[in-house]
């Protein structure tokens, strides 16, 4: 814009030295002239040989947690950039990246912008914009660069050490906090020792016998396994109240109180696989999700990068979701519901459960002060009456303040 009115400055002199045969403006008009050929000069190569990295200190973290992203611009250029403004794009809220720096002579500038991760998702992190000019603010020039990271946040972690866990129909069973490997009484047979076997499980009789190294290999304790049912499901008409408001609306909106359910499911897990149990996820919605049951590593990565991203979609009910998957269900393996609706069409499913021996635990993610709290009420005392465990959380409750680098996925 300052170019456009300082070109018609320009004609409009140069106009009135014509008319004036030339007597007195054209010093003037030279000037201009040459100050906006210098300025769209220095414009012109303003954003060449620039060059800009980013990195961040983690690409996963859980919400509540700071991630730090690292940026630095360089002139490789003998020109020097008076001013560059660096715009970032990202879509992390929150993320302020993009400042406006001074670049000398084959200089460079470098900072840094840290972020709080106040929610779950997957986030891109760039591009970046950049734009440059002239000294006298006459013409400018932008470029886009495509430098991008994708950082995963996770739920973030809830207190649940008092939730009770679902227990194996054998005798002997007990959770352990300790290494499943190494958590067992039973000696199932023996075999060659291997480099990493603890030396204190050496069959001595065996090795003098055979001439050669062996260890004693044990069976498992008879612990169950855990299937976690998440319901993320819409509600349907049938859900909606005479006043508009849904059986789902727990506190202060429905989107709390799935984002609490997501943050209890993943605690979950995790407290299940520290206690070496092999745990398996159905995310219960019209296209549900399912892990099949594992107690590796590799299950924390997959169970929240899952839950990063998991929304709802269309509407299954809790039955017809319990109904479909009870074949995954028996006496060696429990369930863990984990619901904000108070819909009670699936106390019927958990009674048959139940009576085929699989212990049910039922997660209420609800607020006393809700609309439908006396039909959530009903559905805590319908799955007390068919011997399911009932836990009512509320949502904001036993959020964990976490630091930094908390987390298996950032070390």
């Known amino acids: 814009m300052g170019a456009l009115k300082l070109g018609l400055i320009t004609a409009v002199l140069f106009a009135v030295a014509i008319v004036n ?6 010093r003037l008009i030279m000037t201009l002239v040459i100050v906006l050929i210098i300025a769209w000069t220095w414009t012109r190569f303003s954003l060449q040989r620039l060059g800009l990295t980013r990195s961040l200190t983690l690409d996963r973290v859980r919400a509540g947690e700071w991630v730090t992203e690292d940026l630095s611009l360089s002139n490789r250029a003998l020109l020097p950039k008076l001013w560059v403004e ?14 406006v720096v001074h670049l000398g002579s084959r200089g460079s500038s470098s900072w840094s912008a840290t972020t709080r991760c106040e929610r779950r998702g997957r986030y ?10 002239d000294a ?5 020039s932008r470029k886009m660069i495509p430098a991008t990271h ?8 809830v207190d649940v050490s008092d939730i009770p866990m679902p227990m194996a129909n054998m005798s002997g069973g007990r959770a352990t906090h300790v290494n499943p490997s190494l958590a067992a009484h039973q000696i199932s047979g023996i075999r060659e020792y291997s480099t990493g076997d603890p030396l204190n499980r050496i069959s001595w009789n065996a090795t003098a016998r055979l001439g050669r190294m062996m260890v004693k290999e044990f069976d498992p304790e008879p612990t169950s396994d855990i299937w976690i049912m998440l319901d993320l499901n819409e509600p349907d008409e049938g859900d909606v109240e005479l006043n508009g408001r849904s059986s789902r ?25 520290a206690d070496g149990r092999k745990i398996g996820m159905i995310v219960n919605r019209s296209m549900p999700i399912r892990l099949d049951a594992d107690n590796s590593q590799r299950q924390w990565f997959r169970v929240f990068e899952t839950l990063a991203v998991a929304s ?13 998957e009870s074949r995954r269900f028996s006496r060696n393996s429990g369930l863990i519901v984990i619901t904000s609706s108070a819909a009670q069409d699936w106390v019927i499913a958990a009674q048959s459960l139940v009576q085929r021996q699989v212990p049910v635990t039922a997660v209420l993610v609800t607020d006393r002060h809700r609309p439908d709290a006396q039909e959530m009420q009903a559905l805590l005392e319908a799955l007390a009456s068919v011997h399911a465990s009932v836990v009512r959380l509320t949502p904001g409750e036993r959020l964990a303040a976490l630091e930094p680098s908390h987390s298996p996925a950032s070390t």
């Open 150 to 157: 994708e950082l995963i946040v996770y739920p973030p972690q």
């Open 86 to 99: 660096v715009q970032d794009l990202s879509s992390l809220p929150g993320h302020h990246a993009g400042r």
């Open 312 to 324: 709802s979609f269309g509407h299954r009910s809790l039955f017809e979701a319990i109904q479909a």
């Open 249 to 273: 609306s727990a506190g202060p909106s429905v989107d709390e109180a799935l984002e609490y359910a997501i943050a209890v499911a993943g605690s979950l897990a995790e407290r299940c696989l």
């Open 136 to 140: 006298f603010g006459l013409f400018e």
């Open 124 to 133: 891109r992190l760039g591009p970046i914009a950049i734009s440059s000019g």
């Open 21 to 26: 045969d030339w007597s007195t403006p054209d």
